[in-house]
């Protein structure tokens, strides 16, 4: 999210900073519209989105402004349950509707250009009403995932965070988003059994990770009921099993 730099700035110059990150809008499912998050702003009634606690949606500091202890290693937060549609989440009131093999296209709304990192897809059968689920025993299997695309650097791709000196990265899944007006689209896959569930839309940011170990993840849900023939149900892994904080990607150096 920032450099330590940029906390103080922020700080002083009040929210202004928390606006520059993105977060699911909005979002399209077989032709129809949907809302999302936006900042500072409760969800509405009729979004399908998960509701949680915090400006961004963020994961990876319960209270970035009065509680900055300066221990960015906070690997806790990958096996945390609020890595789970992020902190505190408590599931959409609605769902919406999309057929196997049809597309939802998130829109990401913004997203600054000196942050990098995958975007992943993830869907968990509610076995039930999604409203009521309990996430903590939710099973996730992965659908979509995408990182460094291009790993030539790319003066577009500014990334100024690393101790202060200016430099540059490949093109990352999130420099995807930025480059395609950010819109992001995910496939259902057609072979998916019919019912109700969640889908989780997340990035994890990289930009901090080599400085400090510190990853952000940005996990946006949102219920649905799929629609169509198929017959697959994958088996799932919990939420506080998907990462591991050993895994190398972890510690990479943009
Ligand atoms: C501040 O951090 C401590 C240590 O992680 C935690 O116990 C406490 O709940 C946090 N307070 C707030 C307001 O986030
Ligand atoms: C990879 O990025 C470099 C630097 O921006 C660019 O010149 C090159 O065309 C890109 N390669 C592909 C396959 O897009
Ligand atoms: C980084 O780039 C900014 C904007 O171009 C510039 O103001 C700053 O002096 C540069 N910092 C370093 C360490 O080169
Ligand atoms: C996302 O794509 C749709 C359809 O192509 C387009 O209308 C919309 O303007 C795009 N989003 C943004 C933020 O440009
Ligand atoms: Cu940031």
């Known amino acids: 999210m920032f450099s330590k730099l940029s906390i103080t700035f922020g700080a002083l110059i009040g929210t202004t900073s928390v606006l520059a990150h993105g ?3 909005n979002f399209e499912a077989d ?30 500091f319960p209270d970035i402004y009065t509680n900055w202890t300066g221990d960015t290693n ?13 902190n505190d989440a408590t599931p959409g009131p609605t769902s919406a509707t999309v057929h196997a093999g049809g597309d939802v ?19 968990a059968d509610c076995r039930g009403p999604c409203e009521t689920v309990d996430k903590t025993k939710l099973e996730w299997f992965k659908i979509q995932e995408m990182g460094l695309t291009n790993r030539t ?38 072979a998916l059994a019919l019912g109700s569930y969640v889908i989780c839309h997340e990035t994890i940011l990289l930009h901090l990770a080599k400085l400090n170990k ?27 099993q998907l990462y591991n904080i050993n895994n190398p990607a972890f510690y990479y150096n943009l």
């Open 23 to 25: 977060s699911i809008t």
């Open 31 to 60: 032709g129809v519209h949907y809302e999302g998050f936006y900042y500072w702003h409760p969800l509405p009634n009729t979004s399908p989105g998960w509701a949680k606690t915090g400006d961004t949606g963020y994961v990876g």
């Open 74 to 86: 906070m690997p806790w937060v990958l096996n945390d349950e609020n890595i789970i549609c992020a």
């Open 105 to 123: 296209r998130f829109n990401w709304g913004y997203w600054p250009q000196d942050h990098h990192g995958p975007i992943m897809t993830y869907m």
């Open 153 to 190: 650097k790319n003066p577009d791709k500014p990334y100024s965070l690393d101790a202060h000196t200016n430099s540059t990265s490949g093109t990352w899944a999130v420099d995807w988003i930025i480059d395609h007006r950010y819109n992001f689209t995910v496939q259902i896959p057609s």
């Open 214 to 240: 510190q990853i952000q993840s940005y996990p946006f849900c949102f219920n649905f009921k799929v629609t169509g023939t198929g017959t697959v149900s994958p088996q799932g892994v919990l939420g506080t």
